[in-house]
């Protein structure tokens, strides 16, 4: 905030897993919620993801690249309206390099998954890890709008220790080596904190992985 008398800084949240506030501008945050708004559009639009359990997450979603349904991947929309997976632009892999390469120095891999996720502002997501690939490469992370907080665990349990990080409209969070596979989750979202001047309700995460598949 313009408010502040720091700076947010850039912080190592955990071993591999850096925190790197306000990387995209105002400009690309723009750029890149008008392509999630296309993204959402059906066919193989946002949908209400249900666990095998029989549960729904409150968090709704869309997939590029690969299609991501509990706990697999495949090239339709299996568990919606069954057409193909939106294609993975490559313009979102060379951001998910640079991304990579900024926060933790790591060298380029092929990106070719977005997990999009919408929160309003009574959506949560459970703490979980990111195994469902065959790739290690770091995950991703890019927030638009609403202000959340973001629980980065360990890779051994649900249970602490982890660390609360307030992730903002404009932030990256990238976790890798030795976090690649640590529990993480959104216990909170601060509804009515996005940027006035984005113009979005709710809360957007853009997830970029590689699948290795």
């Not at 202000?147 to 404009?170: K, M, W």
Request: proline share 9%; charged share 25%; net charge negative.
């Amino acid at each position: 905030m313009d408010s502040e008398l720091f700076p947010r800084a850039r912080t190592e949240v955990a071993p591999g897993a850096v925190h790197v506030p306000d990387w995209l501008d105002t400009a690309r945050q723009r750029e890149l919620l008008e392509a999630c708004r296309e993204w959402a559009r059906p066919p193989a639009g946002l949908r209400t993801v249900r666990t095998p359990g029989g549960g729904t997450m409150t968090a709704r979603q869309v997939c590029l690249g690969w299609h991501w349904y509990p706990y697999a991947y495949a090239r339709t929309v299996v568990d919606g309206d069954g057409t193909p997976v939106k294609p993975f632009p490559d313009w979102l892999g060379d951001l998910g390099r640079d991304a990579a390469r900024d926060a933790l120095g790591a060298e380029p891999v092929p990106y070719d998954i977005a997990l999009i996720n919408f929160y309003d502002g009574d959506a949560r997501m459970g703490m979980h890890r990111d195994s469902d690939e065959k790739s290690d490469a770091p995950v991703v992370s890019l927030s638009l709008g609403d202000t959340c907080v973001f629980r980065f665990g360990n890779p051994d349990s649900r249970a602490r220790p982890y660390t609360d990080v307030e992730l903002r409209s404009g932030d990256l969070f990238v976790f890798g080596g030795p976090s690649r596979l640590a529990y993480h989750g959104v216990p909170r979202v601060h509804a009515g904190t996005a940027p006035p001047e984005l113009g979005l309700t709710g809360r957007l995460s853009i997830t970029l992985r590689a699948s290795g598949l």
